[in-house]
């Protein structure tokens, strides 16, 4: 069975910090990965998308993939108040379905 | 524009009850999902539908029926509810692989 691992959380880091989020998956032939993030009592929104082994950048957003490793992280510089939610990371199977993980609680401290 | 709306927001419902949860989406996507996501346990794909008058199951699709109504609407029967399938149920639109918009979710009770 493919299979998306998440640490549940939560993390807590002060205002300012870096924050490092991780997800294992099982399926070797994954090509694409999500970061999608949800807030409290909402529904999920994609934030980052990465193909290729290495960081991809997107403001104060790096996603990070591993694919010998089967290994995705996402870190958030800065981070803030705002960005205290669940991380849920999304693995594509070869059916081109998305398989989630069941999330990383981040709690931002002010 | 709208997104994916879904109707209704919160149900209860009594164990051996029917009901019918309602999906739209306004952005043209072709790709229409539906998913419930309980406590621990993330999200997971209930039917999903790549194109209008297809459908095809998912994870966990025992207890439920799903109608792509046309291009638009999505819904998801429950026709024997029971409290296993308390929940909040998500749909999601999609036209590029991997990048789905979500509803605001319904939030089901069966007692």
């Known amino acids: 069975q493919k299979e998306v691992e998440q640490n549940s959380g939560p993390l807590s880091v002060p205002e300012g910090a870096i924050a490092s989020l991780n997800c294992t998956y099982s399926d070797r032939v994954s090509q694409s990965f999500f970061w999608y993030r949800q807030y409290s009592g909402k529904s999920p929104e994609l934030i980052m998308s990465i193909y290729s082994n290495g960081d991809k950048e997107d403001g104060r957003f790096t996603a990070q993939l591993n694919k010998a490793s089967q290994y995705v992280s996402l870190l958030i510089r800065d981070s803030q108040p705002s960005d205290s939610a669940t991380y849920l990371c999304?693995?594509?199977?070869?059916?081109?379905?998305?398989?989630f993980g069941s999330g990383t609680r981040l709690l931002v401290r002010p | 524009n709208a997104g994916v709306t879904q109707t209704p927001k919160f149900q209860v419902l009594k164990t051996g009850q029917s009901m019918t949860l309602q999906c739209a989406q306004d952005m043209n996507h072709n790709s229409m999902y539906w998913y419930r996501q309980d406590p621990g346990m993330g999200l997971r794909l209930i039917y999903y539908s790549a194109s209008e008058g297809t459908t095809d199951k998912g994870e966990v699709p025992n207890g439920y029926n799903v109608s792509r109504l046309n291009k638009r609407e999505f819904s998801l029967r429950l026709e024997s509810a029971a409290p296993s399938q308390t929940s909040v149920y998500f749909c999601?639109?999609?036209?590029?692989?991997?990048?789905?918009?979500f509803g605001p979710g319904t939030r089901l009770l069966v007692l």
């Open positions: 999601a639109s999609s036209e590029m692989v991997g990048t789905q918009y």
């Open positions: 999304a693995v594509l199977d070869s059916s081109y379905k998305l398989i």
